[in-house]
């Protein structure tokens, strides 16, 4: 069975810093690209950073571009977003992703609070 257990969030003030680590297992880690994806209260489910199986190919959404970063450590099976430089707009669930197949398996999510 896919399990995908996010870590890492918090509260911070506006500039400052987190990262979040999202541990696998269930699956083959290292043949499939990961995902980030945070929803704010009463928004859309939003696609945050992607990386490839192998860490080479990364995408970010426009809103976190320079600021938030996307790794991961197939030895380990664990996907990062490293967010810096903090908004009180990335106030949000954060959720790790995969689709495996047809099907897309998420993690429980791990909250992310901004202060202004």
């Known amino acids: 069975q896919v399990q995908l257990v996010e870590s890492g969030g918090g509260l911070v003030q506006a500039g400052g810093s987190l990262r979040l680590s999202c541990a696998a297992s269930g699956f083959t880690f290292s043949s499939y690209t990961m995902r980030w994806y945070r929803q704010a209260p009463e928004k859309e489910r939003e696609l945050v950073a992607t990386i490839g199986r192998a860490g080479g190919s990364t995408n970010y959404a426009d809103s976190v571009k320079g600021r938030f970063t996307i790794s991961r450590d197939n030895a380990k099976n664990t996907v990062f977003l490293q967010m810096n430089s903090l908004k009180p707009e990335d106030t949000a669930v954060y959720y790790c992703?995969?689709?495996?197949?047809?099907?897309?398996?998420w993690g429980q999510g791990t909250q992310v609070t901004v202060s202004s």
């Open positions: 992703n995969v689709l495996i197949g047809l099907r897309n398996s």
